[in-house]
Nanobody, 118 residues
Framework: QVQFVESGGGVVQAGGSLRLSCALS????????MGWFRQTPGNQRELVAG???????NYADSVQGRFTISRDNAKNTVYLQMNSLKPEDTAVYYC????????????WGQGTQVTVSS
């Protein structure tokens, strides 16, 4: 099993920045890919960014150029630096991890609220 500790959410004005952190414990050694998802009420959870153990990254088009995902394998921690935030970035952000290099994510954090005011 993998446990998550997420932090860094909050309220910020449009144009501002936030940094989310997610520390894994437990069987974190088995994790290949980590990612951040977000969800708003009434909508499906969507992938924001993902990063492999080898630091290959992918981003949703809506955040490309504004968000940066990074990973510290020694600390089993993944980060999401969010710059130039927009009100439409408001959502609950979830950290996730999977054992395989592709496919569905196996483990999920509890989520942290990000609110961007206009």
């Amino acid at each position: 099993q993998v446990q998550f500790v997420e932090s860094g959410g909050g309220v910020v004005q449009a144009g501002g920045s936030l940094r989310l952190s997610c520390a894994l414990s437990g069987s974190a050694f088995s994790i290949h890919t980590m990612g951040w998802f977000r969800q708003t009420p009434g909508n499906q959870r969507e992938l924001v960014a993902g990063i492999s153990r080898g630091a290959d990254t992918n981003y949703a088009d809506s955040v490309q150029g504004r968000f940066t995902i990074s990973r510290d394998n020694a600390k089993n921690t993944v980060y999401l630096q969010m710059n130039s935030l927009k009100p439409e970035d408001t959502a609950v952000y979830y950290c996730a991890a999977r054992v395989a290099w592709n496919g569905e994510y196996d483990y999920w954090g509890q989520g942290t609220q990000v609110t961007v005011s206009s």
